[in-house]
C-alpha cells in the first residue's frame, strides 16, 4: 500500500527546491502530487508544476462536484487565496507513493482522508532570521513585490506551525535545512525505510 509524504515548513524553509530534488530521485520513484490554488502565480512558477492555478468559480465547480479532499484559505492584503487538494485522479495508492508540499492543516486532512498510516510527515527547519531574509531576497526578485504579504505570511507561519500545534499532530522529528545536501539526504534516508 502506497504512502503520501508531506513535506512541510514555515515559508522560505526550502520546501520548493527539497521537493524537487527528492522528486527526481529515480530510486524513491515518488509521484509528485500538485495543488491547487487561487492566489497569482509568481513569476518562477509553471502552472501545473508549483500549482494549478485555478480561479474562485472553478474551486466552486470542484466543491459542487464533492472533489475537494481538504481546503484551506488565507486571508491576504490582497483578499482571500485558497489552496487545496482535488480529488482529479492524482492518487491511486494502490499503486504509487506520492510527494507533496503542504501545511499542518493540510496534512491533518489528508490524514483523516486516508488514513493515518498511509500519510506521513516531513518537516523541514530553518532558523526564523535565515527565512526571512530567504523570503525577502524572493520577494526582490518579484516584478511586482508584495512586501505587507511577506510579512502577513512570516508571521502567521510562526503561529501556524507552533511548537504546540505540531505536537498536536505527533510531529517530532524536525529536517534541519542548515545543509541543504544533508537534509535532504536525510529524509531520503527516511522516505526510503518507509517504503
Not at 527526481?24 to 502565480?41: A, G, Q, W
Not at 468559480?57 to 488565507?74: D, S
Request: net charge negative; charged share 30%.
Amino acid at each position: 500500500m502506497g504512502k503520501i509524504f508531506c513535506l512541510m515548513g514555515k515559508s522560505s524553509s526550502g520546501k520548493d527546491t527539497i521537493f524537487k530534488e527528492i522528486n527526481e530521485d529515480k530510486e524513491l520513484n515518488l509521484k509528485p502530487i500538485v495543488s491547487y490554488t487561487t492566489r497569482p502565480k509568481r513569476v518562477n512558477e509553471t502552472d501545473g508544476i508549483e500549482y494549478f492555478f485555478i480561479n474562485k468559480n472553478q474551486l466552486y465547480i470542484f466543491e459542487k462536484e464533492n472533489k475537494v479532499i481538504e481546503q484551506r484559505v488565507y486571508h491576504t492584503v490582497h483578499g482571500d487565496w485558497f489552496y487545496c487538494t482535488i480529488n482529479d485522479n492524482q492518487i491511486n495508492l494502490d499503486k504509487n507513493n506520492y510527494l507533496l508540499i503542504t501545511t499542518l492543516e493540510s496534512y491533518k486532512s489528508l490524514k483523516d482522508y486516508f488514513g493515518e498510516d498511509k500519510v506521513c510527515p516531513i518537516y523541514v527547519y530553518v532558523e526564523d532570521g535565515i527565512r526571512l531574509q530567504r523570503a525577502l531576497d524572493r520577494e526582490k526578485s518579484q516584478a511586482n513585490p508584495n512586501y505587507d504579504e511577506l510579512c502577513r505570511r512570516f508571521l502567521a507561519d510562526n503561529k501556524d506551525f507552533s511548537s504546540e500545534n505540531l505536537q498536536k499532530l505527533n510531529i517530532n522529528k524536525f529536517y534541519i535545512n542548515e545543509n541543504l545536501q544533508q537534509c535532504i539526504d536525510s529524509i531520503k534516508e527516511d522516505i526510503l525505510k518507509l517504503i
